[in-house]
């Protein structure tokens, strides 16, 4: 596939292809139970799924359309808008499992830490290009793109959405990794704010709980129910699987089988071999995503290109280990597989700039050069 003249990388696409077609299986079996309970209709979730994975097809293909170069003139207007949307939720935000962490735009709930995550990379991204010169400096360089990071990720951890806050964070610092931005100074921001981090961890009752259901699981006592179950449903698949549409733990046994927890329903339907593929289109994703970060001779289009790479990664790393019991319990989805809205549609965009992104990989700096010239 070309565009622009030039081939995208179709190593990105066609694992993320594959994921979203995936899905609709994996969801059609783990949230049927579920479905009838609550919707009177087993299959009211699939069919509103289906309808998600064909819009994220759809903006995949729309956004690699657009020049990636058009989110550096308007990054300001978009981190505005995502820290907006973020303090609405605290406003007019809707509770659901006892958290704000959704607004209702007429019938849709919109997340907005899943805008934010990926405007703020762009933003990080603008900012690190237009502080080239100077971004090794503390006061004119460094601090006003940490403000933008702190700022996000204290929005989103008070909904409370701990998890994601740290993603973003650990995400964006490793962004700034491939600046000039000095090591030094990431290393005492980190120090500066884990003290602050664990004084916000022992202030909630549910961060704590997690912790201390896990090291006892790590100690040989019993795990957390959820993480319990999750092993179970993993355990039983075998090699090959019990077969699509035949998990137990889908019954109820695992809460949120569709959602966190549906790698778990992979691992029990389609065995070690379907796990393993899952891990190796996610590898795959994340090995392509940083060779257009590599190769590409614009600097945003790096910046850009790692970012949502890193990003992308670190869901399915951090949502993967939790299944199989590696790192305590959080709240965060396989990207383009767990049932949800706006994650997936935002996830769809991120690998539709992405590509746009790859299809000029292959530009020398020259040819760059001349692109911003008649722009």
Not at 111 to 135: C, E, F, N, W
Not at 301 to 308: C, L
């Amino acid at each position: 596939m070309r565009l622009n003249g030039y081939k995208i990388d179709i190593w990105i696409l066609i694992p993320v292809l594959l994921l979203l077609i995936f899905s609709i299986g994996v969801v059609y079996s783990a949230s049927s139970d579920y479905s009838f309970v609550h919707y009177k209709d087993a299959n009211q979730m699939f069919k509103l799924h289906i309808v998600k994975v064909f819009l994220g097809i759809f903006l995949i293909f729309f956004f690699a359309k657009i020049d990636y170069r058009y989110y550096q003139d308007i990054s300001k207007i978009l981190i505005l808008i995502s820290i907006a949307a973020l303090v609405s939720v605290f406003i007019i935000g809707v509770s659901i499992r006892n958290v704000n962490r959704w607004i209702n735009i007429g019938p849709i709930s919109f997340q907005p830490s899943d805008l934010a995550k990926y405007t703020l990379i762009i933003h990080l991204a603008t900012l690190m290009v237009r502080k080239k010169g100077y971004v090794n400096e503390l006061y004119r360089g460094y601090l006003p793109i940490l403000f933008y990071i702190i700022l996000v990720c204290v929005l989103i951890a008070r909904q409370p959405n701990f998890s994601t806050a740290v993603i973003i964070f650990g995400s964006s610092m490793m962004l700034l990794l491939t600046s000039q931005v000095k090591i030094k100074h990431l290393v005492i921001t980190c120090i500066s704010l884990l003290p602050i981090a664990i004084g916000f961890i022992l202030t909630k009752s549910y961060i704590v709980n997690r912790f201390e259901h896990y090291a006892d699981f790590t100690s040989g006592g019993s795990a957390q129910h959820q993480l319990n179950q999750a092993i179970i449903g993993l355990g039983s698949g075998g090699f090959l699987g019990v077969g699509m549409g035949n998990s137990i733990q889908k019954e109820f046994f695992l809460p949120d089988a569709h959602g966190d927890f549906i790698f778990s329903i992979i691992g029990e339907e389609y065995g070690f071999i379907g796990a393993a593929a899952v891990v190796a289109l996610f590898t795959l994703i994340m090995f392509r995503g940083y060779r257009v970060s590599k190769l590409i001779n614009d600097d945003f289009g790096k910046y850009v290109a790692f970012g949502i790479t890193t990003i992308i990664s670190a869901y399915a790393v951090v949502n993967i280990s939790v299944a199989c019991g590696i790192i305590p319990t959080t709240g965060v989805p396989v990207p383009f597989i767990s049932y949800g809205g706006t994650a997936l549609i935002f996830n769809s965009i991120a690998i539709g700039i992405l590509l746009n992104i790859s299809s000029y990989r292959n530009e020398t700096a020259e040819m760059i050069s001349a692109r911003n010239v008649n722009k």
